[in-house]
């Protein structure tokens, strides 16, 4: 059983806007950290925006002003909200979780983001 579901990935031109979704089931008790990773073919994976439990966040510079990320009421969602998009956004993007409490990282199964020009 998948540990995150992610949804909201698919095709929009230049200029358009995504908003990706995250999903923790129940067996991941504590969602400390969440975020969004991405890796475009024939990069490493790279960090995209990461928010902690106290609602504070990090981006890459690549996508600062552009992209929002949240978390919903019920703390074991996040989302991408993803405005202003460029080609080079295009990748899979990945949900990402730390469960503090016994150092493990979950990984969601990754949702293609492709940005035409």
């Known amino acids: 059983q998948a540990q995150l579901v992610e949804s909201g990935g698919g095709l929009v031109q230049a200029g358009g806007s995504l908003r990706l979704s995250c999903a923790a089931s129940?067996?991941?008790?504590?969602?400390?950290?969440m975020g969004w990773y991405r890796q475009a073919p024939g990069n490493q994976r790279e960090l995209v925006a990461l928010?902690?439990?106290?609602?504070?966040?990090n981006y890459v510079d690549a996508v600062k002003g552009r992209f929002i990320i949240s978390r919903g009421n019920a703390k074991n969602t996040v989302y991408l909200q993803m405005n202003s998009l460029k080609s080079e956004d295009t990748a899979v993007y990945y949900c990402?979780?730390?469960?503090?409490?016994?150092?493990?990282?979950?990984w969601g199964q990754g949702t293609q983001v492709t940005v035409s020009s």
């Open positions: 990402y979780v730390y469960e503090k409490w016994r150092m493990k990282e979950y």
């Open positions: 129940e067996r991941i008790l504590s969602t400390d950290t």
């Open positions: 928010i902690s439990s106290g609602g504070s966040v």
